[in-house]
């Protein structure tokens, strides 16, 4: 399922942009909350109109499943462009620099970021104590389940994104108080198999402490092809290894 590959650190999904990427009043998104595969339009016409003359702008993306910033367009002259269709959910920013008519002496700040987010159109429905996402009326997901207190050891979903016509997730079986089992999984949009995307880590806790839990770190679903790469942490050789893994294209 998967296999080794030389790992690139990749930022956490959520942690790659400042608290200062707030909405800003230099630079507008809108919409600033659109459903899959919409659009969005980015205006900066008040960020640095005069810095220099004649000069152009670029572009900066980050993304929600924790790629690294990515520049996706270069000496623009216009204060305005179209991002989209986007094919992947969650919360994007778009960050915004302005160089001269040679594209040098580049400039940015906080006040030159705009986020706007994409819904996944799925929805996480609960009966009979038990849960799953569904997308399009299908469920896509394995079930969570949830024991009543007093054992309360509920299982989880977590992490939840759409890339293109894949869904990933991070499914925690609560086992007792005391024992989790975790695993990134995947499955089509259209529904299918739930599929296994990581190693699947067990930990225990130990009440005289001392707790050395293997984990999965920087998991990211590529947005470009089918695949997803991850770090796992051995907690008994204390050492991580770099994974990766392909599935076949969802209809």
Known sequence: MYKKLKFLPLALALSV?????SASSYVKAT???INLNESVTIDWSR??????PNQTYNLYVYKPNGQPKHKYRRGLTSVSDVRGPN????????????CDQFGQNCFTSSHG????????????????????YYCGGTRVTQYAQ???WP?????????FISVKNRVYWLYTNRINSATTEFAWYTNCRSGGSVERVTELVRNTSSTSGGNSFSRIDNFVPLHNNDTA????????????YSRTASFSKCN
């Open 17 to 21: 942009v400042s608290t200062n990427a």
């Open 31 to 33: 919409p600033a909350k």
């Open 47 to 52: 960020y640095y109109p005069n810095r220099f």
């Open 87 to 98: 094919t992947i959910s969650g919360t994007q920013t778009v960050e915004v620099e302005v």
């Open 113 to 132: 970021r705009v986020r706007f987010s994409v819904d996944h159109q799925c929805e996480y429905n609960v009966s009979s104590n038990q849960g799953a």
């Open 146 to 148: 949830y024991q009543p």
């Open 151 to 159: 054992l309360g050891v509920n299982d989880s979903m977590s992490g």
């Open 229 to 240: 790469e991850w770090s796992y942490y051995d907690a008994f050789w204390k050492r991580s």
